[in-house]
Structure formats: C-alpha cells, structure tokens
C-alpha cells in the first residue's frame, strides 16, 4: 500500500484520491482489468497524476529495497559464519504486497507517464564503471589492459601474469587469474574467451552471466568458478549456490542444467558430464593474504640477485632440513627448533623456544652490498640481544642482525682494519606477540645500513665497505660465539620466511616485500 499523501512528510490536497485507490488495488495485486484500463486512462489524461503516481511508485520501491536489505541481513546473522553467510548469500524471495509493485509497471501501459519519468532523471549521473578491486601483481599485453584501473565494457583483455580481482558494480566479485583472454560486456555479462574465473556474486548481482563458446553459465545467487581451455570445452565448479547451463545465450538458449553447490561439470562438444567440485583450484577471496604472497613470490624467484629464499614449507622426507627453494643457496639444517604454524593457517613456520634451538646455514656470498629480510614473531628477548641472523663468531666483515629488549632493532657490519665495528645503530620498534617484517639493507655504494621494520626506515648508519661482506656460516636465531664470555643471544619466537640478495633494495621495493607478504 503506497504511503498517504497528506501530513507532514506528505503534503498533498486529495485531488487523486481514486488513482491513489485503484494504484493500492494494483499493489494489493487484486485489481481486475477494468480498473486497470481505468487507471491508465486517468494517467493517460493527466500529466499532474502521472507525476503524482511515479513519486508514490518510488516511495514504494525504496520501502522494498529497505525491507529486503532488514531481511538479507536477518539471513546472514541467522546463518552464522557459513560460506553462504560470509558475502550475504541470496535472501528469499518478497512474497504478496511487498512485491507485487513491480508487477505494477508490466499492468500500466500509460508510456507518457515513463517517458515523463526518464526525462526527469538526472541523466549526468555517471555510468557505472566496472575496475579493480585488488591487483595481484598483474601484467596485460600490450594494448589490452584497463585503462588505469578502469576496465571499460566492450573490451577485450588479456592476462598474461598474476591475477586481478574486479569490483562490479551490480555486487559481483570476478576474480581473473592468468593467462586468461576476456570481454566485460557489461555490468551484468562477461565473456571468457579463455582461462580461469570466479565469482561471488551478492543478492543483488543474481542474474550475472560468464558466456563461453559452449553457451551461457547463468548464476542463481552463488559462488563459482569458470575454466576455458578452448573454445570446445570448459568446466564450471559452484562452490555455494546454483548457476543455470544455457545452450546459447540466456535469453534464447534453453536451460540444459542447473547445478548446486558442491558439484562441478566439465561442458564439452555440447556434451555434460560430472566432475568433483575442485575449489582449490580457484584463488579464495579470504585467501588473498596467502595468494599476494605466492604470486609475489614467484617473481622474486626470477630475481637474477637473489641468493636465497626460504618459505618455511616442512618436508616430510626430511624433517631437519630448511629447504632452500630458488635452487640458488644451501639448505638450511634444523636443531631444536620445531615446526609450528606461520602468518596464516597454512603457511610454515619454526618455533624457538629452547636454549640452542637454531638453524644452521653456508651462505657464500660474494657481493659487498645484500638485502636481508625476515618475518618474525617475538614472544620475548630474554637476553641484551635476541639473534635473528647472526654469522658465527664476529670475523671481519661479518654481518649481525639482531632485536634488543625494548623491541629496537640492531645491527652491524665488522670491519677488517682495527678489528673493530665500524658501526652499530639502535632504533625501530619490533612489537612482541604479533607478525612483523623486518629488513636489513647493506649498500655498499653509498657506504650505508639501513634496516626497515613492517616496511618503514626504522635506522640508518655508516659503514666501511671492505669488499664482499661475510655473511656464511651464519645461525638464524643463535649466535654460535666466540667464547663462553659472551652472554647468550638465543631468539625466542617464530620465523617463517628468510630472503637474502646480492643488491640493495630501495625503499619502494621494501615496502612492496612488506605489503605482499604481511597477514590479512
């Protein structure tokens, strides 16, 4: 039933008291076609009423917005913390008066009174714009890629590295990850040429169709994956939901099948089969701190500097050893320290918590500049330094990085002449208990140490570079010293990643490292 049209929020004289009466009938959805024609011809007569009459339809469909937001929002708390309740899974459907007024425009034909609704909108409102939400260190071929992060409809684009996740205005989600060759149509369509999509699809993006060769997959309220690899064959995975298989296009295809979620087809030839749900294999929005990280990964292992990288996977097969994964550096050889969980559930990590818990590595070097960088979780410093990599004894040109008590990062290059440091700084904060990246930059050019914590210069100091520094044999979390006169350095916390280069890496490319790697 349309508000009233007296009062304060309201004001009006009465003057369509029987429109207002045959519209509430045509709401109610009981009107009979003779009221309707009667309805259309008093709109069709006035100008004033047809005005009248779209202003009650708008109030309208802003109270069945409201009350289908209340509704979608009752559903996600009554769910819990299911799949389906994480993205606002499809609310059911108004049912009686709440929405029998969108049957009202197909029962009024009076096209004067659209015609006075479409020029009395605003039409400089911008066009809904389709870009991108998160790039996952994506790379396009030249001359079809977005426009900044705009990606205009119409185009064709093709992936060739990485991965890019689309914000669509309608409430989808679509995730592309390469190589992949594709056309946003428009807000509510795309086409996959070829490759691999997913997409979560939100109440108000029901309706959203990926098209490939072999016709038009048809999403019903879901989340589900989309695999081109010609334009014979392709397979379609629902993790939650239902989508529509149409032979064709939507709108003059038939629908061949539908299928739920848990269940996955591959579409071949026009052929249907069965095939096990495969969600793995598709990247998880929840998962972007894991995948940025990987896709990052990937690169720095094609760094022609790279000397060494650890991720912290164990291996069954040998569980003492720190597996080396560049192929560039020695593995690592584990004693005491045990396996424990990293920055994310499913990521490595190693705990110290014992007296001489350790990693023992041979680290030729043969630069005179090095990047150094760590993730770290600090429970305590139960020493004056606490060891993050520190080479054994303190011979010249040695390099220590360390933590101090009030959670200051340390460190210091040895120099050859005097037997002396030639510097160690303090500053930095590393705070106890959560994950924190720290980095150490040793450029011999400029004759500077610089040591970054969570991405931010936390220090700088002067050194004498003295040719290749002397970073091997070296100890993560334990200092092998020199004689017992020394007090211990033994680290107590987890690692779960260990990079060194053979070059300074500037402030951006820190930051960069930081950022792909640090947990959501």
Not at 16 to 24: I, K, M, Q, R, W
Not at 460 to 472: D, F, K, S
Request: contains cysteine.
């Amino acid at each position: 039933m349309p508000p009233p049209t007296t009062g304060p929020d309201c004001p009006g004289d009465g003057r369509f008291a029987s429109v207002e009466a045959l519209l509430a009938t045509a709401i109610d959805g009981e009107t009979s076609p003779a009221e309707l024609r009667e309805l259309n011809e008093a709109l069709r007569a006035s100008p004033a009423a047809r005005q009248h009459v779209l202003r009650l339809l708008h109030q309208e469909a802003l109270m069945e917005f409201e009350l289908r937001t209340d509704e979608t929002a009752q559903q996600v708390v009554q769910v819990g913390p299911a799949r389906a309740a994480t993205y606002g899974r499809r609310a059911p459907r108004a049912s009686g008066g709440n929405a029998a007024w969108i049957s009202v425009a197909a029962g009024i034909v009076f096209l004067a009174a659209f015609a006075v609704l479409m020029t009395t909108v605003r039409t400089d409102k911008p066009a809904p714009v389709v870009r991108m939400a998160v790039d996952l260190y994506s790379q396009f071929a030249e001359g079809y890629g977005p426009v900044e992060d705009v990606f205009p409809t119409g185009g064709e684009y093709r992936l060739t590295e990485g991965a890019v996740v689309l914000d669509i205005p309608r409430g989808v989600d679509l995730t592309v990850e390469a190589p992949a060759t594709f056309v946003i149509d428009s807000i509510s369509r795309m086409t996959l040429e070829s490759g691999r999509v997913s997409a979560r699809v939100s109440y108000w993006g029901v309706g959203f169709v990926v098209s490939t060769a072999q016709g038009d997959i048809v999403d019903l309220g879901t989340e589900f994956g989309v695999v081109v690899e010609s334009d014979k064959q392709s397979e379609i995975h629902v993790f939650d939901g239902e989508v529509e298989l149409h032979a064709g296009e939507r709108d003059e295809g038939e629908v061949l099948k539908n299928i739920t979620g848990g269940s996955a087809v591959a579409w071949e030839d026009g052929e249907i089969r069965d095939l096990p749900c495969d969600a793995g294999a598709f990247i998880d929005l929840r998962d972007l701190g894991p995948v940025r990280w990987e896709l990052y990964t990937q690169r720095l292992l094609r760094d022609p500097d790279l000397a060494c990288h650890y991720a912290f996977a164990p291996d069954a097969d040998h569980p003492a050893r720190l597996t080396e994964g560049s192929g560039r550096g020695g593995h690592g050889r584990i004693a005491g320290a045990a396996w424990d969980t990293g920055r994310w559930q499913d990521k490595g990590a190693l705990r110290f918590a014992n007296l001489d818990d350790r990693v023992g590595f041979d680290l030729p070097f043969d630069s005179a500049s090095a990047t150094l960088a760590f993730w770290v979780n600090v429970d305590r410093v139960e020493y004056p330094i606490a060891t993050i990599l520190n080479t054994d004894g303190w011979r010249g040109r040695a390099h220590h990085f360390q933590v101090l008590p009030n959670g200051a990062v340390a460190g210091a290059v040895r120099s050859l002449t005097d037997g002396g440091e030639t510097s160690t700084s303090r500053g930095g904060l590393v705070r106890m208990g959560v994950w924190t990246h720290l980095a150490a930059v040793i450029d011999s050019r400029r004759g500077k140490m610089i040591y970054y914590v969570n991405g931010e210069r936390a220090l700088v100091a002067g050194y004498r570079p003295e040719g290749a520094l002397e970073l091997g044999p070296a100890h993560l979390g334990y200092w092998n010293k020199p004689d017992d006169n020394e007090p211990r350095r033994d680290f107590r916390g987890r690692i779960d990643e260990m990079v060194v280069l053979r070059r300074p890496m500037n402030p951006a490319e820190i930051k960069e490292m930081y950022q792909a790697g640090k947990p959501f």
